[in-house]
């Protein structure tokens, strides 16, 4: 099947969508039509019957529903939830670096984690060094980035498991705070959301599925577990001010207490660009207009995206 046949009414049909207009200006309404018939078909399919629902599991109310908008950065709390013991890295930093010698007993007098760590010994070591932060008010939108991290583990607050309440804690960027129009839309669009979600919620719709509703900007709890080894590759990369104003801010955040708690880290965690001083950022916006660092320049960037539009 081609791209073009794909993308044909009865294709649409088949997956809900509406079609375009037809000739004779009517908005398609026969395929409207068949697209309701085939969404009563698919609500006889087979259910989860038990699923957390108010006629179930009665209303386990989220700690979020507290009505309030925040906006930017506003409210967000990051802490080192379970922090790793300097003795287990500086007891890999001895062996491991002795190790090559057949480990004399002369070599196995306590070695600097610093010097370690800069060594191509560490990596395999860091990888059993482990600790995780606890990240709440943070909005759907950016914990879908968070989890990224593949050699991360994660644990989030469920909507499955938990009605969200009334009105769930919404989180605004700046940029759309600063815009009053902006503002007032994008808060008039989540009022209605929320009534949908508890009109759904009333009809005992089961949590899992009103949830679908519910604005991506909906705050939540997340529980990150890392390596020390899988850490600094990700805020390598990640740290970097050209991605989404709150999913850096949080990586920053957990890098400095991460730091306040290990002053040795300092060096070892930074962005890849702060090391070799040249841009490694890889998406396809200029980065002159943004970040702050003096090589970074489009012409000196180590990777770039032909013909992506912000050229021109």
Request: proline share 5%; hydrophobic share 35%.
């Amino acid at each position: 099947m081609s791209e073009q046949e794909f993308w044909t009414a009865d294709t649409h049909v088949a997956f809900g969508r509406y079609t375009e207009p037809n000739a004779d200006g009517d908005g398609g309404e026969e395929a409207r039509k068949t697209s309701r018939e085939t969404t009563d078909t698919a609500r006889r399919w087979p259910v989860n019957n038990n699923s957390m629902r108010v006629s179930i599991g009665g209303r386990r109310r989220s700690p979020s529903d507290t009505g309030i908008v925040q906006a930017g950065l506003d409210g967000l709390d990051i802490v080192l939830a379970v922090d790793f013991d300097d003795a287990k890295l500086e007891a890999f930093s001895k062996w491991a670096q002795a190790a090559g010698d057949g480990a004399p007993g002369a070599y196995l007098e306590s070695r600097d984690p610093a010097g370690f760590l800069e060594t191509g010994l560490a990596h395999q070591s860091t990888e059993d060094i482990r600790f995780a932060f606890a990240v709440r008010g943070v909005s759907r939108a950016v914990t879908h980035m968070l989890v990224r991290t593949r050699q991360a583990a994660f644990k989030q607050q469920s909507q499955q498991g938990t009605w969200q309440g009334d009105m769930p804690e919404f989180r605004m960027p700046e940029s759309c705070w600063a815009d009053s129009s902006v503002r007032e839309q994008m808060i008039g669009a989540m009022v209605q959301a929320h009534r949908a979600y508890n009109y759904a919620i009333e009809s005992d719709i089961p949590y899992k599925d009103a949830r679908y509703i519910l604005p991506e900007g909906t705050t939540t709890f997340i529980f990150c577990e890392y390596s020390l080894r899988t850490f600094i590759d990700m805020y390598a990369y990640r740290g970097c001010i050209m991605f989404q104003e709150e999913l850096v801010f949080i990586n920053r955040e957990m890098r400095r207490l991460l730091v306040e708690a290990h002053p040795y880290l300092e060096p070892v965690i930074k962005i890849s660009c702060e090391k070799i001083h040249r841009c490694t950022f890889q998406g396809p916006e200029r980065v002159e207009e943004t970040c702050p660092f003096p090589w970074a320049t489009e012409a000196d960037r180590l990777y770039r995206q032909p013909d992506s539009g912000y050229d021109r």
